[in-house]
């Protein structure tokens, strides 16, 4: 019970209709589980039942959270939530052990160093998900952490788990049915039952405002920080288009109702011209929104390319970002990337995911591949790629190409200060990534993507809410395109300005802030998650010392 009410309330801050209110959960989503692994401790239960419940806990997490990846395929979704809440067991079972070897107060505090720890990496190795990272789960209210633009999400998990061990530890000094329940099953003594982090019981309103100001007064300086920012920056007018092409019988040819890829191309042209004002400078389109795998050496000489050119030249000093399909070549094996393909009549290759930016009628097309790319998906680690080669979450299946450096295209002509962050759909969970593109010089994060894949389900929601973290984190306003789901515009305190109807062929125009200044976070990055990783493997030094120095001294004095 214990197990399956910690997921529920952590569930919350993802629930499939996010709220603010639903994000309170959060603070009390561990204690929970916090009960459940002391309860075990004090019982003297063996380890492989503590790491049963644990991950009992864990996969119903997952499994209410992020059930939707199922939608594009079973196999896929069962993965996911079977090896995330596998990996998820690691940092809490690294904070067992270090609770045995150093004691309650430093196992405490050493939790949330472990589990932060695990996020950080969470955001860059092969296996990289970061949905479930606690302070993503604030995406449905931006206006408690407006103080993203110093800590970054990461920030948030702090929040998260100080609030947490609070409620924990005056849990234990107040609530007397847990302590006689535990000293009832081992007949142990008080001290046995004692607070765990903190110093001696005090009344319960008086200890109880302890959590609750650590709750409260993050919210007030958020509060504080957003009534006094302004919105930065000179403005430029967006126009974003959502097309509405099912992928699974419109987009894609094979597909039971496929829409011919010319008439694809007339829809968006036609969504677009319907908001276009001679004010607008730039037009976005979703994410593989030309979908034929475009050679990039011969692009210009496609038929459907020199038509958008036509349509620009009609419209000077607009500019269009859409997502397309491209291939690259590659002369010799040498100069092959790791994912490059091989084919005896094409030699080696990479397929990308890509974002193509046409300044205007004339100037060269400017490509970003997208780097972050979907485990199992777009990008198989060696070690599992005959495992997993066959899964399918829709799109390209199997590693795709990808560039190391965060793209900022080159000033608008018309719009100086509008330098376009291309971000691809799964790139926007990532607060580091995003923040690069502001390193570079970026002033307006564009999303172009496709979350239809996911159908009518919590995944497109929780994804467009994850961007007004982003652009808090980064103090830039984001202009959405999406095939379908949400499209629309989040302004730099992560309000959002417009959202458009999900699942209707539609438009949207509006008027961004280009902000070119550069917020902590971005000039810092991830001091809290780095920093976590040092004393995690400092801790775990330690610990194991200890522990061999236990081993080696008990002989001795038995």
Known sequence: MLAVLGALLLW????????????????????????????????????????????????????LTTWWVSYAELSAGIAAVVLNALLMCLPLMAFRQTKKRLGNRVGYLSLP?????????????????????L?????????WVQW?????????????????????????????????????????????????????????????????????????????????????????????VQPNLDPYVEKFEGGAKFVPYEQQLTRLLALSEQKLTPQTRLVLWPETALEESYWQNTIESNPK?????????????????????????????????????????????????TGAYFANATAPISFYHKSRLVPGVEKIPPVLASVISHIDLGGTVGSVGSQPDRTVYPAHEQ???LRVAPIICYESIYGDFVAEYAKNGGTLLSVITNDAWWHDSPGYRQLFNHGALRCIETRRDMARSANTGFT????????????????????????????????????FGELIGRGTQILAVLLLVVAIVRGRQRRNTTPLLS
């Open 12 to 63: 919350g801050g993802w629930a499939p209709y996010p709220s603010a209110p639903l994000s309170l959960l959060l603070f009390v989503g561990w204690v929970p589980y916090l009960v459940l692994e002391r309860q075990l401790t004090l019982q003297g239960a063996r380890k492989r039942h503590v790491f049963a419940y644990t991950y009992l806990f864990l996969v119903l997490w997952n499994a």
């Open 113 to 133: 160093v472990f589990w932060i720890a695990f996020e950080q990496l969470h955001l860059s190795w092969d296996l990289t998900w970061p949905w479930l990272t």
């Open 135 to 143: 302070g993503n789960g604030f995406a449905a209210a931006p206006q």
């Open 148 to 240: 993203y633009e110093y800590t970054g999400f990461l920030g948030g998990s702090v929040w998260v788990w100080a609030v947490n061990l609070l409620f924990f530890n005056e849990l234990l000094k107040h609530i007397p049915s847990l302590s006689m329940s535990t000293e009832a099953v081992l007949g142990a003594r008080p001290s046995a039952v004692a607070p765990v982090i903190a110093g001696p019981a005090k009344s319960v309103p008086f200890a109880l405002a302890i959590p609750f100001l650590a709750l409260l007064l993050p919210i007030l300086l958020s509060y504080l920080i957003g009534a006094t920012y302004q919105e930065k920056g000179p403005t430029a007018e967006v126009v974003v």
């Open 305 to 353: 390319i020199r038509r958008i050119r036509e349509w620009l030249a009609r419209h000077p000093g607009v500019a269009l970002l859409t997502g397309i399909t491209t291939i690259d070549s590659y002369p010799n094996k040498e100069a092959a990337s790791e994912t490059a393909r091989f084919r005896d009549d094409l030699g080696y290759y990479d397929i990308f995911n």
């Open 415 to 417: 719009a100086p200060a």
């Open 488 to 523: 629309g515009f989040i302004n730099q305190k992560g309000e959002v300005t417009q959202r458009e109807q999900a699942w209707i062929p539609t438009a949207s125009r509006g008027t961004v802030h280009l902000n070119d200044e550069v917020t902590f976070y971005v000039r």
